[in-house]
């Protein structure tokens, strides 16, 4: 089995039109799946809190500080 849009050999298609099967990544590119999303951030993981030890570089330019 063959995906439709690049010809690359497949295990398994995931979306099929027709007789045409396609992969996972052309048939996200054709929007035949929705994409996947991240579920987790490291931003949201971790809270960012200000180290006093560490000097700030940027005091100098920072009017609010």
Do not use: W, Y
């Not at 063959?2 to 298609?13: E, G, M, V, W, Y």
């Not at 039109?17 to 949201?44: K, N, W």
């Amino acid at each position: 089995m063959i995906c439709a849009n690049c010809r690359r050999p497949l295990k398994h298609p995931v979306a099929e039109v027709g007789r045409m099967r396609f992969g996972r990544i052309c048939a996200q590119r054709l929007g035949l799946i929705e994409q996947s999303t991240h579920r987790f951030l490291a931003r949201d993981r971790m809270p960012v809190t200000h180290d006093p030890h560490t000097p700030d570089l940027f005091a100098h330019e920072d009017p609010s500080r």
